[in-house]
Each structure stands twice: as structure tokens, then as C-alpha cells.
């Protein structure tokens, strides 16, 4: 079965530190690679999605970075952390070729303070 | 163009008695729907899907829901509440069929459970 494992699960960081959250996914390949962020009372927020090693697509502006080094590894960057940045970051994947009827499958999240 | 309205912010039960989370989509397309279940600080469940088939969904923990194309609605009902059940609860709409699992997310209904 295919499992997805995210950490840390909490990071406090102060202002202009930089970032690493990393996300791996076991028991597929070829998966289609997800960030999303949730902050305090909002719904979640498509930040970066690959649908391959190198591939990384940005759905919005910002102070954060994407890379897919391994077919199976997701990593989220930021070289100088900003308050905003604060929040609950998901990692998730799914299939490609939209046959599982494009169910995404999500980590445990990791909590982000930037202080 | 698609979209995702949850119709309530916040849903309060007694143990017990059923519960009913509203959810109406807009979609140009056939459109795939999910709800998610969220628990404190964790991420993301995934509790049911529609895609094609039946229009009553049965998902995990006796939670369902049907897929009514004429109101654009995917409301999530349980007949009997537990307080394990109190979480958020996310309800979602991709296009059918999509390589990529683009999602779009309500904004959430938060469920409490009283004793």
C-alpha cells in the first residue's frame, strides 16, 4: 500500500531563516506531488504541484520554492522565512492519468511558526 | 470554471442524532466530489468520492452522501453522531478525468459533537 511521510511536523523558525519541508511518498512511482497550505481559519491553498522529477509548476506568488529531486521526493524551500509564511503545509500525492478519479491522498501536515 | 460552497461555517450535534454537512458545486465539467475529514493538527482523511457510479456514496465511519446533479449538491449525512466525529470536514470538486488532480476546497464546516 502506498503511504506519504512528511516532516517535521514543527518547525519554529524566526524571520529570514530559510526552510526545508520534505515529503516523501512509498509504495507508488511516478506520482503527481502536491503543497498546499492552510493557514488559521482558511481552507487550503494550492502553493506548488509536479507531475514529474524536475517538474514543478507555481499555482501563486510568493516566498517559497519547490523541487522534485527524486521521483518520490517533494521538498518545500524558503531562503528567508517571512512572518506570512506561517501556517500548516500538506504535503499530498495522487495517481496520474485521473483513473482513481483524481483522489488526492494527504500527510500528516507540518506546523510552521515563523516568529 | 469550478467551485466548492459549504453552506455552514460550523455545525453543532448532540451524540446520537444525525448530522447533515451542506455542499453545493459549480462545475463546467463532469465533475469528481470528495469529502475530506480533518482532525486537530493532522492532515488531511480522505471519508468518501463520487465519480461515476452510484449516486449515494458510502464512505468510512457511516458517513454518506448523494450526488444530486439537478441541485449541484453533495451533502455528507451520518444517522447516528459520535463524538469522535467532531473534526473539519472539507468537501472538494476536481474535473473528472483530469491527468492532474487539480482540487478545489470549500472552505470548511467545522462539526462539534456535544455529549
Known amino acids: 500500500s502506498q503511504t506519504i511521510h512528511q516532516w517535521p511536523a514543527t518547525l519554529v523558525q524566526p524571520v529570514g531563516s530559510p526552510l526545508s519541508l520534505e515529503c516523501t511518498v512509498e509504495?507508488?512511482?511516478?506520482?503527481?506531488l502536491y503543497w498546499y497550505r492552510q493557514a488559521a481559519g482558511r481552507g487550503l491553498q494550492l502553493l506548488f504541484y509536479?507531475?514529474?522529477?524536475?517538474?514543478i509548476s507555481s499555482e501563486v506568488p510568493q516566498n517559497l520554492s519547490a523541487s522534485r529531486p527524486q521521483d518520490r521526493q517533494f521538498i518545500l524551500s524558503s531562503k528567508k522565512l517571512l512572518l506570512s509564511d506561517s501556517g500548516f503545509y500538506l504535503c499530498?500525492?495522487?495517481?496520474?492519468?485521473?483513473?482513481?478519479?483524481?483522489?488526492?491522498?494527504f500527510g500528516e501536515g507540518s506546523w510552521l511558526t515563523v516568529v | 470554471a469550478q467551485s466548492v460552497t459549504q453552506l455552514d461555517s460550523h455545525v453543532s450535534v448532540s451524540e446520537g442524532t444525525p448530522v447533515l454537512l451542506r455542499c453545493n458545486y459549480s462545475?463546467?465539467?463532469?465533475?469528481?466530489l470528495f469529502w475530506y475529514v480533518q482532525h486537530p493538527n493532522k492532515g488531511l482523511q480522505l471519508l468518501l468520492k463520487?465519480?461515476?457510479?452510484?449516486?449515494l456514496v458510502k464512505g468510512i465511519n457511516g458517513f454518506e452522501a448523494e450526488f444530486k446533479k439537478s441541485e449541484t449538491s453533495f451533502h455528507l449525512t451520518k444517522p447516528s453522531a459520535h463524538m469522535s466525529d467532531a473534526a473539519e470536514y472539507f468537501c472538494?470538486?476536481?474535473?473528472?478525468?483530469?491527468?492532474?488532480?487539480?482540487?478545489?476546497f470549500g472552505r470548511g464546516t467545522q462539526l462539534t459533537v456535544w455529549p
Open positions: 509536479s507531475v514529474g522529477i524536475g517538474q
Open positions: 509504495g507508488t512511482s511516478n506520482p503527481n
Open positions: 462545475s463546467s465539467y463532469s465533475p469528481s
Open positions: 472538494v470538486v476536481s474535473r473528472r478525468g483530469s491527468t492532474l488532480g487539480r482540487l478545489y
Open positions: 499530498a500525492w495522487s495517481l496520474t492519468g485521473g483513473i482513481s478519479g483524481n483522489t488526492i491522498y
Open positions: 463520487y465519480t461515476s457510479a452510484a449516486t
